[in-house]
């Protein structure tokens, strides 16, 4: 990896920054990370943001004010960004990267094949804040820059706690919080709190979920009539799935919910012993070995049913391997 940034976009008036629909938090940081970088190093470029509307969560990160939302027709850019996602995964900001003089895409999701004129893909790194903290000039950093930084790594990294945490993941984040922003805080903000709403969806969804494959796995589903009436939007329905997962005896956590008629949106998550990744990637979608997501068209059991196939053969696979490992010891 030898892209140097500011190479990259010298001479360039116009800079376009985008990353994945639904953005969450490493996505966001990642944009908001480097506009503020690109901005502090070419104070005379126009650089922006496209994204999807995040969460309110995010709101005190310096730049969420000024994120487009509207994706409106815009000249081409000289330089376009795509972050924490493989192009096809833009949404509306799509064209901007089509039609762009120069395009840039850095992320760490396996499933990308990497869709820029140059790429920069790191799966061995836990969030793509972290892959923009190697990118950059430390001499630039400051605290805004190492605010929305740490924003992507702890919500990639689940605070911290994934086995995608490398001790140089932590002596990033030592660096970061030596700046002094209220870290505290934003990992409560932004990471653990609910509204009141938010948890009694949880609830509901943990009191309806449903085990299976002899209790390796679960799998709980929301429908768009309880969104309706509790009033709540994807982004509410964060953390769900987290929270099955961290049920004991759980290898495979499944949470969906319905985006249209027989349409549902899934995110799985997993222990060491299924790779999601390839699950989600067999049905179109994408993401981590232990964090992944597919849109799935069908009822719920079609769709549970379908997944189920492929977790089962993954736990098998892994039960042999590790029956081989015994045997020959
Ligand atoms: P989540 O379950 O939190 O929505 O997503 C978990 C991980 O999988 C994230 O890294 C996310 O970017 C990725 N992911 C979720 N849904 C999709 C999808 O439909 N396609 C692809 N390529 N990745 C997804
Ligand atoms: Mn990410």
Redesign the pocket.
């Known amino acids: 990896m030898n892209l140097n940034l500011l190479e990259e976009c010298a001479g360039a008036k116009r800079i376009g920054i985008s990353g994945?629909v639904r953005p969450?938090g490493d996505c966001l940081g990642a944009c908001l990370g480097l506009w503020q970088y690109l901005g502090k190093c070419f104070p005379a470029a126009n650089v922006q943001v496209f994204l999807e509307k995040p969460a309110d969560i995010f709101k005190s990160m310096k730049g969420f004010g000024e994120i487009d939302t509207d994706f409106p027709e815009e000249a081409a850019f000289d330089v376009f960004f795509a972050l924490d996602?493989?192009v096809d995964?833009l949404g509306d900001a799509e064209k901007y990267f089509k039609a762009a003089g120069k395009t840039i895409n850095i992320d760490h999701?396996v499933?990308n094949p990497g869709g820029g004129h140059i790429n920069v893909v790191r799966p061995d790194v836990g969030s793509t804040c972290e892959i923009i903290y190697d990118l950059i000039d430390l001499g630039q950093l400051d605290r805004d820059m190492a605010q929305v930084l740490y924003v992507g790594m702890i919500h990639d990294t689940g605070v911290f706690q994934y086995s995608n945490t490398t001790p140089a993941t932590l002596e990033k984040a030592a660096k970061l919080i030596s700046y002094g922003f209220d870290f505290p805080n934003l990992i409560l903000e932004t990471f653990y709190q609910k509204s009141y709403v938010q948890a009694q969806v949880m609830g509901r969804a943990l009191m309806e979920s449903i085990r299976f494959l002899q209790g390796a796995c679960i799998v709980s589903a929301i429908d768009k009539k309880t969104m309706e009436f509790y009033n709540v939007g994807p982004k509410d329905l964060d953390g769900i799935?987290n929270q099955l997962r961290n049920i004991e005896g759980i290898d495979c956590a499944i949470f969906m919910y319905e985006t249209g008629t027989l349409e549902y949106k899934v995110?799985?998550r997993s222990s060491e012993k299924v790779n999601v990744a390839e699950v989600?990637a067999y049905f179109g979608?994408?993401?981590?070995a232990r964090?992944?997501?597919?849109?799935l068209t069908g009822t719920f059991h079609d769709c549970v049913n379908n997944i189920s196939l492929h977790i089962e053969k993954a736990l098998k696979k892994w039960e042999a391997e590790h029956d081989e490992r015994d045997n020959s010891h």
């Open positions: 994945h969450d996602t493989s995964r999701h499933s799935v995110s799985m989600a979608g994408g993401g981590h964090a992944a997501g597919c849109n």
